[in-house]
């Protein structure tokens, strides 16, 4: 029988502005850019070094009083229909948690644990 395998686990760090963070990573830390939803200006981007990939998310100045101090965590997978199905078994899903393809390249679904952790997991297309 197949049954989901989690693979790697990629945290994403809210920020308030990306290409700043990137130059940070990028020339003080050595990381390198493993990808970004925007050439110029990047609100989504993700940074590789080693064997390690941190995603970096754009939050508005205003959700840094409240909202970010939740982590919010992509976890790749296989068999992510499976997985789904799984989950959605056991309730743990908000009425509108859906598994989808994104326009990067993934299929994915994501919701908040119980204390309201961001969790996403996916299978890259």
Same mark, same amino acid.
């Given at each position: 029988m197949t049954k989901p395998i989690l693979h790697q686990i990629h945290p994403v760090l809210p920020?308030? =502005?990306?290409v700043e963070t990137l130059s940070f990573y990028v020339n003080i830390l050595g990381f390198s850019i493993a990808f970004?939803?925007?050439?110029k200006q990047p609100h989504y981007a993700g940074i590789r070094k080693d064997h390690i %990939?941190?995603?970096?998310?754009?939050h508005d100045?205003? %959700?840094? %009083?409240?909202?970010?101090?939740?982590?919010?965590l992509r976890?790749?997978? %296989? =068999?992510i229909e499976l997985l789904y199905e799984e989950l959605k078994q056991k309730n743990v899903f908000h009425e509108n948690t859906k598994l989808r393809e994104t326009v990067w390249g993934t299929r994915e679904f994501a919701f908040f644990d119980n204390n309201q952790n961001g969790l996403t997991f996916y299978q890259n297309l």
């Open positions: 920020v308030q =502005n990306v970004a939803d925007d050439s %990939e941190i995603h970096l998310q754009q100045v205003k %959700e840094w %009083e409240h909202t970010v101090h939740q982590p919010m976890i790749v997978t %296989e =068999n």
